[in-house]
């Protein structure tokens, strides 16, 4: 996929993880707020995954050898 598409799912997708916490900030790491909290994380975690894969070098993006 396109490193500049990437960057801008990537970066909405950290958005939302954002409005996640300041929505359930009161509700996190709680019995009632398990749900908000497995969302935050996995949120969390996708962004910055999808961040990690549109600034990675290009020749670790396509399996090419390193120099």
Not at 16 to 22: E, F, K, Q, R, T
Request: positive net charge; without cysteine.
């Amino acid at each position: 996929m396109n490193p500049i598409r990437l960057r801008k799912i990537g970066s909405f997708v950290m958005f939302l993880a954002w409005l996640s916490l300041i929505s359930n900030h009161a509700v996190l790491f709680t019995a009632e707020g398990l749900l908000a909290t497995l969302l935050q994380v996995a949120l969390t975690v996708a962004g910055t995954w999808l961040l990690y894969q549109s600034w990675k070098p290009r020749s670790q993006a396509q399996g090419l050898p390193q120099p």
